[in-house]
């Protein structure tokens, strides 16, 4: 079965620092794999996905991730923190058996300090 | 005009009470999704609908009935509320159809916190 895996609940960096979250999935066969971002009192946002195109894939509000198939890993990074990134970040996976059902990690806040 | 949006925002309501909640999605989407988020944050679907057909069930209580009159609409209906039903619920649409080519990209409403006291 399809999983991901977020390593760190919380993270903290200072505006300007360079931000990295981490995600690992778990899956038999090339995975969709997508990230997510939910401000304080709203839905999920797409941030970016993975659709076996670019394993470098660019998304909104300067954010990217790299789909490493040899470390199983799809972490999400920005080179600039700014104060407006503050917010629950989720990465997933897509089920295999049902194209359109996700399978979301635990999620990981992001805090930005002036 | 809100793409998905869902009634109410805020339930706060008595154990063993049955209360529904409401989604409507304006984006000519053909399928649309039930999520449960939890106090710590995970989220889980519980239920899919492909154009009013009941696609996925992730083995949740039955107390937890999902209708869809038609595709642009699924509401949720919970009996005999328990403790452990307090979560955020969201709803969610996507375009995901027979011959399409898979985008994965789910559109959320800003969910609906439901609070069991």
């Known amino acids: 079965a399809q999983s991901v895996t977020q390593l760190g609940s919380h993270v903290s960096v200072s505006e300007g620092a360079l931000v990295l979250l981490r995600c690992n999935y778990s899956?038999?066969?090339?995975?969709?794999l997508f990230w997510y971002v939910q401000y304080p009192n709203q839905g999920l946002q797409l941030l970016l996905k993975?659709?076996?195109?670019?394993?470098l894939v660019k998304g909104i509000n300067g954010f990217e991730a790299e789909f490493k198939k040899s470390e199983t890993s799809f972490h999400l990074t920005k080179p600039s923190a700014h104060m407006s990134d503050a917010a629950e970040y989720f990465c997933?996976?897509?089920?295999?058996?049902?194209?359109?059902?996700?399978?979301f990690g635990t999620g990981t806040r992001l805090q930005v300090f002036p | 005009d809100t793409a998905v949006s869902q009634t109410p925002k805020y339930l706060v309501t008595q154990m063993g009470n049955d209360k529904s909640i409401k989604c409507e999605q304006n984006?000519?989407?053909?399928?649309m999704y039930w999520y449960k988020q939890d106090s710590k944050k995970f989220l889980k679907i519980m239920f899919s609908?492909?154009?009013?057909?009941?696609?996925i069930n992730e083995t949740v209580p039955n107390r937890f009935s999902p209708k869809s009159p038609d595709k642009a609409h699924l509401n949720l209906h919970i009996n005999s509320l328990e403790l452990g039903d307090s979560a955020v619920y969201f709803c969610?649409?996507?375009?995901?159809?027979?011959?399409?080519?898979?985008?994965?990209?789910?559109?959320f409403g800003e969910g609906s916190r439901l609070t069991v006291l």
């Open positions: 969610a649409s996507s375009q995901v159809s027979s011959g399409q080519v898979y985008t994965g990209e789910l559109f």
């Open positions: 899956s038999s066969v090339p995975p969709y």
């Open positions: 993975y659709t076996s195109a670019a394993t």
């Open positions: 997933a996976v897509s089920d295999l058996r049902n194209t359109d059902k996700l399978i």
């Open positions: 984006l000519g989407h053909d399928t």
């Open positions: 609908y492909n154009n009013k057909e009941l696609i």
